[in-house]
């Protein structure tokens, strides 16, 4: 049981936001269809597919407005959205990325390519590691920080990798130290 009736109770509400600095909600000025869904911020109605969902129901806005929304929210509270991504992901920002950047000489902490942007953290406790290239991120993620996995591709690699080998002085030949050991087609 509510100590005011509905009435007073929005009446109140409306009080409330305004000694706040909340704008009035703004209303469609013609009754909206079913299937549709008017947006407060563009002032149009769209089909209920154009405005993302929010568990069972939609939000207020359309995905454009909604989106843009959270854009002016990013940049107003962490200056931007690669800031935003640092702090919320890794816990660091811009300057700690730098301040690691700095730390490396401005090079892939893996292999020394010049200005890396991905950050390598533990997917276990979440510490950052360091900052790396795409590739060498990709990489150990695609390895997925497993050591043992790592040695099994370095042992591969010597194992496997096709080398110049000189057979006479100034003749050198392409071999890969396991092709001897492979049987031949006639054997």
Not at 135 to 150: E, K, S, T, V, Y
Request: hydrophobic fraction near 30%.
């Amino acid at each position: 049981m509510a100590f005011y009736c509905k009435r007073c109770a929005a009446e109140r509400s409306e009080a409330s936001r305004r000694r706040r600095g909340i704008r009035p909600q703004r209303k469609p000025s013609v009754p909206v269809a079913a299937g549709m869904k008017w947006c407060p911020d563009c002032g149009e109605t769209k089909a209920l597919e154009d405005f993302p969902r929010t568990g069972v129901e939609r939000h207020t806005y359309c995905k454009p407005c909604h989106n843009e929304r959270g854009r002016e929210t990013r940049e107003r509270l962490y200056g931007g959205s690669r800031e935003y991504h640092l702090r919320r992901r890794y816990g660091i920002d811009q300057d700690m990325f730098n301040t690691l950047l700095e730390l490396q000489d401005g090079l892939c902490a893996i292999c020394g390519v010049p200005n890396p942007e991905h950050v390598d953290h533990d997917h276990r406790t979440g510490a950052v590691r360091g900052i790396l290239c795409f590739n060498c991120n990709g990489g150990l993620g695609q390895f997925r920080d497993n050591i043992a996995h790592l040695e099994r591709a370095i042992t591969y690699l010597k194992g496997h990798t096709w080398q110049l080998v000189l057979i006479h002085p100034g003749v050198y030949q392409v071999r890969s130290p396991t092709w001897e050991r492979l049987p031949s087609p006639s054997s």
